[in-house]
Every structure is written in C-alpha cells, then in structure tokens.
C-alpha cells in the first residue's frame, strides 16, 4: 500500500467553526490531491498540488484553501465549516514524472460531519 | 472538459455470474483510463488502468477491461463474481500528466450467493 495517512479519520464539528484536514505522504510524490465524495456523485476533485508551495482549484474549491509547506504534507482547510460540507474527505497521491502511468494513490480518507 | 458515466448506480449478480460494468467517457484527446474499487470504509484502490498499450487490460482480482475507442467505453467484466466483489466500483479518466481524474458516479455491485 501507498504511505498515505489522513487524520483526523473522523471529526464532529458544529456549522461556522474552522477545520483543518491533513494529509501525509511516505513516497516522495509530486502531486498531492483532495477529494469528496458524496453519494451519486463518485468524487470531485477539491484541490491540488503540483509541488511545495503550487496548489490550483478542482471544480469544487469554494469555501476550501489548501496549503503545502513540505512535500509529504498537503492540508485542507474549511474555513467556516457548514452543513454541505458533511462528506468524507479523501487525499491522493501521483508521481507525475513523464513516462509514468498517471494512477493516483488513495489515502484511508477523512469522514466529516457539520451539525 | 472530460465526462464519464457509469450506467447503472446498482448492479445484483449471483455468485458465479458474469460481473459487468460499463463505462462511456468524452475526452477531446486520448485518454488514460482507469477502474478503481472501494470496499466499505476503505479508500479507492486501483483495478486496471489503460494508458494506451494493449486495449483488452488485465487487473487484479481477475477483473478485466476493454478500451474501444468507437464507442468510447472503457467497461468492466469478471467472468465469475465472488461474494469478496462486493463493493463499489468507479471509472475515471484523465488526460495526460498533471493527471487530474475525473470519475463517474460509481456503481454498487451486490453479490448474491
């Protein structure tokens, strides 16, 4: 298995408070990502990084900002948690080298719950 | 932009059975195309990938798919389901490097014994 953790696994928080997911990664990989992923709809990408300190928006980014400091470690923040918030969170990982076979690697995900 | 859909969100086969899943994409280039599949409470984990090698694409578990591109379709079969297929199952595509994937809505296979 790929060396991806995310924590918290699990997190209950209450509708306009801050949180902060994190993602880390054991396998040196350029490209980091965050998903959701919510019934019907498989998943959507948040946001991604193609490198320390280079991030772009996916097609679901409003209300989330991204940050990576160090290779291993891509963060997702809800600035002001609310209700359509509530999915489970998944961080994935590619080499992104030229000749490689673009699959990404999943992490464990994060399920988040806005009340 | 790129789409994929899966047809059918639930599919039921009996133990045994042929499991097939389909797969139609759009993509304005070549694509590369993937099948991932996730058990419950887990993350996704790779089936098959194509990157445009052979078009018949052996995976893991005895799954298997076929790249047409005519049809655009990139659909799944396993000759014979166990019961441990029972999951859910996502088709995605990506263009080249930069690999961001988009992936269909997923479908649910029940297995019945």
């Known amino acids: 298995d790929a060396g991806i953790t995310q924590s918290p696994r699990h997190k209950v928080t209450e509708t306009g408070t801050p949180v902060t997911l994190r993602c880390h990664q054991t396998e040196n990989h350029r490209y980091m990502y965050w998903y959701r992923q919510d019934p019907g709809h498989g998943l959507r990408l948040i946001h991604y990084?193609?490198?320390?300190?280079?991030?772009d928006k996916g097609e679901v980014s409003d209300g989330y900002s991204v940050s990576r400091s160090k290779t291993e470690d891509f963060l997702l923040t809800l600035e002001s948690a609310t209700s359509s918030q509530t999915s489970v969170y998944f961080c994935?990982?590619?080499?992104?080298?030229?000749?490689?076979?673009?699959?990404?690697?999943f992490g464990p995900g994060t399920r988040l719950t806005v009340t | 932009a790129q789409s994929v859909t899966q047809l059918g969100s639930h599919v039921s086969v009996s133990e045994g059975a042929l499991v097939l899943l389909r797969c139609n994409y759009s993509?304005?280039?070549?694509?590369?195309l993937f099948w991932y599949v996730q058990y419950p409470n887990q993350g996704l984990q790779l089936l098959l990938k194509y990157t445009s090698a052979a078009t018949l694409v052996k995976g893991i578990n005895g799954f298997e798919a076929e790249f047409k591109k005519s049809e655009t379709s990139f659909h799944l079969t396993k000759p014979s389901a166990h019961m441990s297929d029972a999951a859910e199952y996502f088709c995605a595509v990506s263009k080249a490097a930069g690999n961001k994937l988009t992936f269909g809505g997923g479908t649910r296979v029940l297995v019945k014994p």
């Open positions: 990084s193609y490198g320390v300190k280079d991030t």
């Open positions: 993509s304005s280039v070549p694509p590369y």
């Open positions: 994935a990982i590619s080499e992104g080298l030229a000749g490689s076979s673009y699959e990404q690697y």
